[in-house]
């Protein structure tokens, strides 16, 4: 006999009748949505005692098919907040006190397991016949109570969307201006080397296809929205063209690699009364991955239901 058996016999022992709340109307499973994020990195600057400009952007650029689940009582994304903390905490405390006042009922519900065994008809038979003659004392009354609250379904306000497939891609653009006062450059202009290079490159990133990291989750009753934007980490692929007048630099074309990550916390934003169209910012200071210098980092979202 498993548990949810027992608590419906030691529920109709004490008169407990469930019935489901209403909530707010959920989208079908399965409806699909699309989740587009642009990620910008962005770093320009003039160090002068390093005789350095430079002008960097990134961009990697995310489209993610996304389909709605059943919706659900409990939230698997958005983090708890303080009503559902006290929640849990009065959850917490009618259970024990439940389980204090149901002593002498459960002796007899195990009194009744015994003669039963696995026959629900007998169970259903006996707590009939404990029912009837059981005297309502205030501790069985607060138990009926703790029992109703604890065992209520609960609203599934919480329905989350899922990434089915995703697909991304890059572009790039680096400028970078090195004016060197090395002493081999003392027969340059002004005894000063100029080394520039410019890096350009752009095309489809690793992780295209079925499945994705993106994860939203709507509170239907709380009207807001939490969002995991599918974390960025990977290299990307540019062509770079160097002008030196240094002597041992050379001047030429190199295929480059230039690191990029993006992992913005999950993160929970009102929403109005419908989820057709819906988007946002958020920039964050970061340094460049591949030099250390500091920029931003800018992810701009966009979600739609189709």
């Not at 910008?40 to 098919?65: I, K, P, Y």
């Not at 919706?71 to 439940?98: D, I």
Request: hydrophobic share 40%; with cysteine.
């Amino acid at each position: 006999m498993n548990m949810r058996v027992w608590l419906a016999a030691i529920a109709a022992g004490l008169g407990v009748t469930f019935g489901a709340a209403a909530t707010v109307a959920p989208v079908a499973p399965d409806t699909p949505a699309t989740l587009n994020v642009e990620y910008e990195f962005v770093s320009a600057g003039n160090d002068g005692s390093a005789g350095l400009e430079w002008n960097v952007r990134r961009t990697v650029t995310v489209e993610a098919a996304l389909a709605a689940l059943a919706p659900a009582g409990q939230a698997g994304l958005k983090p708890a907040g303080a009503e559902q903390q006290r929640q849990v905490a009065a959850q917490q405390q009618q259970a024990a006190r439940a389980a204090e006042n149901m002593q002498p009922l459960m002796q007899d519900a195990m009194a009744i397991y015994q003669r039963c065994g696995e026959d629900e008809s007998c169970i259903e038979r006996e707590v009939q016949r404990l029912g009837f003659g059981m005297e309502m004392t205030p501790e069985l009354e607060s138990a009926q109570r703790d029992v109703a609250a604890l065992t209520a379904e609960q609203p599934a306000r919480y329905q989350a969307w899922v990434a089915k497939k995703e697909s991304r891609r890059y572009v790039l653009s680096e400028e970078r201006l090195l004016r060197d006062g090395d002493p081999i450059c003392y027969d340059r202009p002004n005894k000063t080397c100029t080394i520039k290079s410019s890096a350009q490159g752009s095309g489809e990133m690793p992780g295209d296809g079925d499945g994705g990291t993106s994860s939203i989750e709507v509170d239907l009753a709380g009207s807001t929205m939490t969002l995991r934007l599918p974390p960025i980490y990977g290299a990307l692929a540019a062509v770079e063209v160097v002008a030196s007048d240094k002597p041992g630099r050379d001047s030429g074309t190199n295929h480059v690699l230039r690191r990029f990550s993006a992992d913005i916390e999950t993160f929970t934003v009102p929403v109005g009364d419908s989820l057709s169209q819906l988007a946002g910012e958020r920039t964050i200071p970061v340094r460049d991955d591949a030099t250390g210098q500091a920029g931003t980092l800018t992810a701009r979202w966009r979600f739609a239901t189709r």
